[in-house]
């Protein structure tokens, strides 16, 4: 199960103070309810795709591309 989930949130640079809007991407596997998290600039194609990839490897998948 994937998806984007909720509003956007403030993220904080530590060292310059400044703040940027960041989408969640969440993603659980539905029997373990094992979860992943992924704070993202936009929700374009190009960090959907981006989240899947560091997901699966995150999970442990072979990605075979």
Not at 3 to 8: E, F, I, K, L, Q
Not at 19 to 42: E, G, R
Request: proline share 3%; hydrophobic share 50%; with cysteine.
């Amino acid at each position: 199960m994937v998806d984007w989930v909720g509003t956007t949130l403030p993220l904080y640079d530590k060292i310059t103070g400044r703040s940027a809007k960041v989408s969640l991407f969440i993603a659980t596997l539905p029997f373990s309810m094992y979860s992943y998290a992924q704070a993202c600039l936009t929700m374009k194609e190009e960090d959907w795709i981006n989240a899947h990839v560091n997901m699966w490897e995150y999970f442990g998948a072979v990605l075979g591309f």
